[in-house]
């Protein structure tokens, strides 16, 4: 593995450009794999890291860490609180509303299945920035995607995922929530095997001076390569 883009840093504050198919740390659902986020951020700044938030093994972009342990606390609770503003972006089946408000509770997988199932609020907002309408063998008969924004409000596991599945628009390249048809055709046609789902930028206030912090992160050239392949035959 290649060194990770640090994206920004500072004393105490670490944010990198995450790539896809790496956990963030060792847990029971990773438990074979050979290596971690956290891990290879050690060994490339020389010191220890403290993941504040998490994303899915196959999310690429932002995540912040902390450096010094105090500053932990502070940063997680703006997490917490929903006080970070995140915008990620994917490529989604269809075309997606221009604008939508998804307030969907999600429920808690817990595992156990005498426990009644618990529910929690999950609010994300999504904006649909781009379409695409590719042919599909028949003059008349077209395959849809769009390129969307997703502001989430809170942070719930699988959140973005899970809201796009609910309103008919799943992520390609998501085994889990998505569409196992359209996905093999984006293996096939597109070569991607990726979820396609990046973790655009974050924006938090420093713990110390709370000075606002924005980071954007850059696609990787899997995902942008999916962009411009969409609009090259993207029948206008």
Known sequence: MSELSILYKEDGLVVVNKPPRIAVHRSAATANDVKFLL??????????????HRLDRGTSGCILFATRQEWVPELSKQFQDNQVQKQYQAIVRGHAPET????????????KK??????QEAFTNFVTEETFALNDK?????RKYSLVKAFPKTGRR???RRHLKQISHPIIGDVAHGDRNHNHYFENYFKNQQLLLHAKSLQFKHPETQKNIYVEAPFFHYFEQVIKDLREYSVK
């Open 138 to 142: 028949h003059p008349t008969q077209f």
């Open 158 to 160: 699988h959140q973005i």
């Open 114 to 119: 005498k426990i009644e199932p618990q529910f």
């Open 100 to 111: 939508i408000e998804v307030d969907y509770a999600l429920k808690v997988k817990n595992g």
């Open 39 to 52: 891990q290879e951020l050690r060994n490339q700044v020389d010191c220890h890291v403290h993941p504040i």
